[in-house]
């Protein structure tokens, strides 16, 4: 059937598929393999004309770690890299001020290292200190929670608390599917939020998921509207904005926090 799909999508013609600007689910990955499609992640800035690394040949899933240049990790685990292909000059006021070739550019973006191949984990500025001092990726967890059909997207808090908790967007679809097999009443699909059985199923979702964390989710609140393309907590691409929705929803996300 995914053949079928593919065929009358005129993928067949396809000899490169190229996909950047965050790293791809191993969930989809595997849904464009079953279409014949290899997707070829790369990573790259503006600062990098385009690109910085590339993937190797066997990456899987957020693993691209052939640089086009040098690239190292910083002791926070930041990711730099240097080479002719990072940016050369700087426009400040009026004129072009030169940047030392050698000097190594911080992208802003976190990296680990595993078994000689790098994995993008996330904006170094969103990293979680938590009160006893241990650094969190959000984007990792979050990534893992979205795992679950029934959680569109997350946004894990924790910075300098004593857990973390997170913020989550249902997904109306699948949980509208699920409500209507088990025979949950709810008033229109706006209103699933709200209710008990969904609060339920997203609380067994986690706690699956948890298993499989080193750093487990302990708290969570469901956003109780449900959003759209139009509104401000939402980015192009319909993911969660972690600052806006932090600030907007600070008063939810402290609720987790509170003894009762």
């Given at each position: ?94 004129r072009a ?77 699948s949980v509208?599917?699920?409500?209507q097999r ?79």
């Amino acid at each position: 059937m995914l053949r079928n799909i593919s065929r009358q999508a005129g993928m067949t013609r396809m000899r490169i598929a190229c996909v950047g600007g965050a790293p791809v689910s191993p969930e989809l990955l595997s849904w464009y393999n079953g279409l014949g499609v290899r997707l070829t992640e790369f990573y790259g800035l503006s600062e990098t004309a385009g690109l910085a690394l590339l993937p190797s040949q066997g990456g899987v899933g957020d693993s691209i770690n052939t640089p086009l240049g040098d690239a190292k990790l910083s002791d926070s685990g930041e990711l730099l890299v240097r080479g002719d292909h990072v940016y050369s000059h700087d426009w400040r006021d009026g004129r072009a001020e030169g940047r030392p070739v050698a000097e190594w550019f911080a992208t802003g973006d976190s990296a680990r290292l595993e078994s000689g191949r790098l994995h993008i984990t996330g904006r170094n500025s969103d990293r979680i200190v938590s009160r006893a001092g241990r650094s969190v990726m959000p984007s990792e967890i979050e990534a893992a929670l979205t795992t679950s059909p029934f959680i569109s997207d997350a946004l894990v808090v924790g910075n300098g608390r004593e857990h973390l908790a997170c913020l989550v967007m249902i997904d109306y679809e699948s949980v509208e599917s699920w409500a209507q097999r088990g025979k949950v009443v709810f008033s229109g699909v706006g209103n699933l939020a709200r209710t008990d059985a969904v609060r339920e199923l997203i609380g067994r979702e986690i706690a699956r998921i948890n298993d499989r964390l080193t750093d487990p989710v302990l708290k969570f609140r469901l956003i109780e509207r449900k959003l759209e393309a139009e509104d401000l907590e939402l980015s192009p691409v319909m993911k969660l904005r972690r600052s806006y929705v932090s600030e907007t929803y600070k008063d939810l996300i402290e609720s987790m926090y509170c003894k009762a």
